[in-house]
Each structure stands twice: as structure tokens, then as C-alpha cells.
């Protein structure tokens, strides 16, 4: 038998309040959120620009850490070294990190773009997906405009050893083409748009909807640890779509003020951007899910892989819900 004395059960007691404490609100512990904005998720802009969520945490005495993300790429990065807790990425991208072993949550949708198609220049000899073998592609690898690339080589009969892929951020694969250091470009909007009405390249192969949701993902880690918190930064992402829409002015002068670009190059991105969706749900895990698919008979992703397994984990909804005004 134990004995119980004075002593062990301070020691006991002391020992709980540690545990209560311990697991206690985070939310009361946490003192900064770090969160992306990326010029591909025109809501984040208006959200930043507006300091809608530092309102929102300011009497919690939580401080908000803006990362700029310039591709899906980065904020996949990003998320997964731990420098961001909400990072804006394209579905399918989201899709791919998670293979990966990215720990992430897919919880909210900030577009249904189409933001990326295949580019060449005006005087360009390409017409056709079938032009492009033997030809240079720059490509920013894990992003939607990478996958669509590869999708569409796909549905030629191509894979992307019967192109010249060469590596860039996005911005940086418009200027490539412009030089004519490759011949083609997977390339996404904003970029895009202005190397179309400034630049006079053409878009040569288009399929909107092989263009996966724009998708808010979050840390698999802070979300469970700060669940109303999710939340709460998801009720103001909301209020930010929303002033969106009513408000295209103030959301084109946020763009042009992030992109350094003119009206009519705004005007353009936004013309393929829709912003009334904030939910996600068997929609968007439709559209990522024939992404994987596609991915898998492209040889991309291991065919073993059960991708609706996957997405069933990476598709979170329960943070907004479906009763949020679309």
C-alpha cells in the first residue's frame, strides 16, 4: 500500500494545476499569428490592407505576422517549416504537400480562379500543347500552374520528359519567355495578366476548370491546439470576401498597390477570379481529387496512392461550416 501523506498530495496538487495549465485555451498563450498574403489571393490583400484580424485579436493581445507567399510553392514551404500558421495555396498544390508529408489542413476557399494557362509570345510558332515537345517550359515546380502543365501534356500523350522544364518563380518564368530563354510558360495571374495586356503574349492553351480552388490551409499542429482561433480568423476572412465583392474599387487599389501594376492589368486577373465561395467542402474535394487522379495516370503520384483517402484528410470544413453566406 501507498502511503498518502501532506506532502504527496501537495505534490499531487501541484502537479494537476500544472497539467489544468497546461492544457488550458491556447488561445490565451498564444501571442502572434503568422498568415500569408500573396497577390494570387486577392482577399488576403484586403484583409491586410483593411487590419481586419489585428482588430479582431487586439484585445486578446494576439499580434498578426505577415508572410508574403509567392507561389503555392512558398507558402507549402513556409507551413511546413512552421514560419506561417495560414498559408494561401491552389488545392491541387495542397494536395501534393500533404503527400509529402506536409501537415496541413485545406479549411477555407478565397477563390475559384482561373489563374494559370499555358503562355507563349504574341509571334510565337506554338498553337498547341503538341507544339511544346523539344521546347522550354519555365515552370514553378508544386504549383497549380505545374500541375496544369502536366495535365495537359498528359491529355497530348506527353509527359514532361518530352519538354525542357526549366525552374523559376513565377515572376521570373514571365521574364524568361519575354527574353526567349524558354518558349513557353505555365504562368499565373496576376504575372500572367500583365505579360498578356503589357507584353502582348498569348495564352495558347486554356481549361478553367483544370485550375484548382484557391484554398486557406492551416498547421495541422495549431489548429488543434487553437481551434477558436481557426475560427475566428475564418469569420473575418469572410467579412474581407464579402467587403470584397461590394467593394471592387478598393479591392483593385489594393492589387495594384501590392502588384505595382496598372488598373487594366488588375482588371484582367480579376475578370478570371470569382470570389463567391468561402466554405469548402465536396466541391472543392472533387475538383482536387480528379487533379490527383490525373496526377497518378501521368505518372506524377504513386498509383497506390489512395488520393480520396487523401483529400478526405486534407478537406476541412468543420472551422466555417456550410451555413457561411456564399
Do not use: C
Amino acid at each position: 500500500m501507498v502511503s498518502f501523506t501532506r506532502r504527496t498530495a501537495i505534490a499531487g496538487l501541484a502537479g494537476f494545476a500544472a497539467l489544468a495549465l497546461a492544457a488550458g485555451p491556447a488561445a490565451a498563450q498564444l501571442k502572434e499569428i503568422r498568415i500569408d498574403w500573396a497577390t494570387y489571393n486577392p482577399v488576403s490583400l484586403v484583409l491586410k490592407d483593411n487590419g481586419l484580424l489585428e482588430k479582431e485579436f487586439a484585445k486578446d493581445g494576439i499580434g498578426i505576422r505577415w508572410v508574403q507567399s509567392a507561389g503555392s510553392n512558398k507558402a507549402l514551404e513556409f507551413l511546413n517549416a512552421g514560419s506561417l500558421d495560414f498559408g494561401s495555396t491552389a488545392g491541387a498544390a495542397a494536395l501534393v504537400g500533404k503527400i509529402n508529408g506536409n501537415p496541413i489542413q485545406s479549411i477555407y476557399v478565397y477563390s475559384r480562379p482561373e489563374w494559370t494557362a499555358l503562355v507563349t509570345k504574341g509571334d510565337s510558332a506554338i498553337k498547341t500543347v503538341a507544339d511544346l515537345k523539344g521546347k522550354r517550359v519555365a515552370v514553378t515546380r508544386g504549383t497549380d500552374p505545374h500541375i496544369f502543365l502536366v495535365r495537359a501534356l498528359a491529355e497530348n500523350k506527353l509527359t514532361e520528359k518530352d519538354v525542357r522544364l526549366v525552374l523559376l518563380q513565377h515572376a521570373d518564368g514571365r521574364l524568361a519567355l519575354e527574353r526567349g530563354d524558354v518558349e513557353a510558360w505555365a504562368g499565373l495571374d496576376p504575372i500572367m495578366a500583365s505579360a498578356e495586356v503589357e507584353g502582348g503574349a498569348r495564352l495558347f492553351y486554356r481549361k478553367p476548370e483544370a485550375n484548382t480552388w484557391g484554398v486557406l490551409n492551416v498547421r495541422e499542429e495549431f489548429a488543434k491546439a487553437n481551434p477558436e482561433v481557426v475560427k475566428r480568423v475564418l469569420k473575418v476572412y469572410e467579412e474581407a470576401r464579402k467587403y470584397s465583392l461590394a467593394n471592387r474599387p478598393e479591392l483593385i487599389k489594393s492589387l495594384v498597390t501590392a502588384t505595382k501594376l496598372p488598373d487594366a492589368v488588375i482588371a484582367r486577373q480579376l475578370e478570371r477570379t470569382e470570389l463567391t465561395h468561402g466554405p469548402i467542402g465536396a466541391a472543392q474535394a472533387e475538383t482536387i481529387v480528379a487533379a490527383g487522379v490525373a496526377l497518378q495516370e501521368a505518372g506524377v503520384l504513386d498509383a497506390k496512392l489512395d488520393i480520396k483517402a487523401v483529400v478526405a484528410g486534407l478537406v476541412e470544413p468543420k472551422y466555417l461550416g456550410p451555413s457561411a453566406t456564399q
